[in-house]
Nanobody, 121 residues
Framework: EVQLVESGGGLVQIGGSLRLSCAFS????????IGWFRQAPGKEREGISC??????YYSSAMRGRFATSRDNAKNTVYLEMNSLQPEDTAVYYC????????????????WGKGTLVTVSS
């Protein structure tokens, strides 16, 4: 059974930083990458990043303020977010993408339930 569980969301001040975690099981980095997506209220879901065993991909809109990394020993992938703005308020999801789909950060085979990030003054 594939499981992806996000944590680390919450309320953060404008300009602040936050690190999200995605603990996963049932998928291997041999075949999959772990991606991050977000969906703001009333907006479509958008891709942020995808981490494979050897590479990290970012959507052009997210490059610079967001960084993804992994801890092999913990089967966990992280999303570090900096200089957060109110428009970053969204539910953030991690997902398992087939490796060949990682550069596109568009479709995923498995999804977590999401964690809410709220950016406010």
């Amino acid at each position: 059974e594939v499981q992806l569980v996000e944590s680390g969301g919450g309320l953060v001040q404008i300009g602040g930083s936050l690190r999200l975690s995605c603990a996963f099981s049932g998928v291997s980095f041999d075949d999959y990458g772990i991606g991050w997506f977000r969906q703001a209220p009333g907006k479509e879901r958008e891709g942020i990043s995808c981490k494979t065993s050897g590479s990290a991909y970012y959507s052009s809109a997210m490059r610079g303020r967001f960084a993804t990394s992994r801890d092999n020993a913990k089967n966990t992938v992280y999303l570090e977010m900096n200089s957060l703005q109110p428009e970053d308020t969204a539910v953030y999801y991690c997902a398992a993408l087939q490796k060949r789909m990682c550069p596109y950060i568009y479709e995923a085979d498995y999804w977590g339930k999401g964690t809410l990030v709220t950016v406010s003054s």
